[in-house]
């Protein structure tokens, strides 16, 4: 089973819908991430958690929100979708124990805005 | 600018050529990843470097912190090793709350052809 999962993998919806993207980890590390990536650009940072309590705006955060409901879940809100947030969102966690702080990666979900 | 350059950002090699991908960055680091992302898009994290060279299977990643450079080789190359691979730095002026937030390179789509 995939340590770090997300729901939906696609996701269709209109202009204006509030949407959720949801992120489970089962390797136990306090970090979380929502990335995301658009074609020719690189992977940007939205919003990380460094545990429960400690979430903190990354360089893209407006038009977003997020919830740390436990260690192991990392959710993202789209409060009201627009077009231009079309685009593939990751999730990851990290572990800066043991000096290499890795970060794993859920397998993405698509979200297409109309 | 880009804090974070790769080259090139297309590359197709025949099976068995030895591969360079480089990176460059503009900023100080207090480390840098290799990334790979597949076609189906998921992310595997290859390497984390701070100095040195690392090695792992047919794949090596070097670093020059003094010249903020880096590359990745891929020896014997495979139509498996097509994919994009992505150079992401850690940003120095983070680590005092220990974060390591990444900036992404626009990543480098390698395609093996047999």
């Known amino acids: 089973d995939a340590d770090v999962t997300q729901t939906p993998r696609n996701r269709i919806t209109k202009t204006g819908k509030r949407i959720m993207l949801e992120c489970s980890q089962t390797?136990?590390?306090?970090?979380m991430y929502w990335y995301r990536q658009d074609p020719g650009l690189g992977l940007r940072l939205i919003y990380y958690s460094f545990d429960v309590k400690d979430i903190n705006k990354g360089e893209i955060s407006d038009g977003y929100s997020v919830s740390r409901q436990a260690q192991a879940k990392f959710s993202l809100s789209l409060e009201s979708a627009i077009p231009n947030q079309t685009a593939l969102y990751f999730c990851?966690?990290?572990?800066?124990?043991?000096?290499?702080?890795?970060?794993?990666f859920g397998p993405g979900t698509r979200l297409t805005v109309l | 600018k880009n804090e974070v350059e790769q080259s090139p950002q297309n590359l197709t090699a025949q099976e068995g050529e030895f591969i360079t991908i480089n990176c460059s960055y503009s900023?100080?680091?207090?480390?840098l990843h290799w990334l790979q992302q597949h076609p189906g898009g998921g992310i595997v994290s290859l390497f984390m470097?701070?100095?040195g060279k690392k090695k792992h299977g047919r794949l090596i990643a070097t670093i020059n912190i003094q010249e903020k450079h880096s590359s990745l080789h891929i020896t014997a190359s495979h139509p498996r090793d097509s994919a994009v691979y992505i150079c992401a730095v850690e940003l120095i002026y983070f680590q005092h709350r220990g974060s390591e937030k990444l900036v992404f390179g626009k990543g480098t789509k390698l395609t093996v052809n047999p």
């Open positions: 390797k136990g590390h306090d970090r």
């Open positions: 900023v100080g680091i207090s480390a």
């Open positions: 470097l701070s100095s």
């Open positions: 990851a966690t990290s572990d800066p124990s043991g000096g290499a702080d890795t970060q794993y």
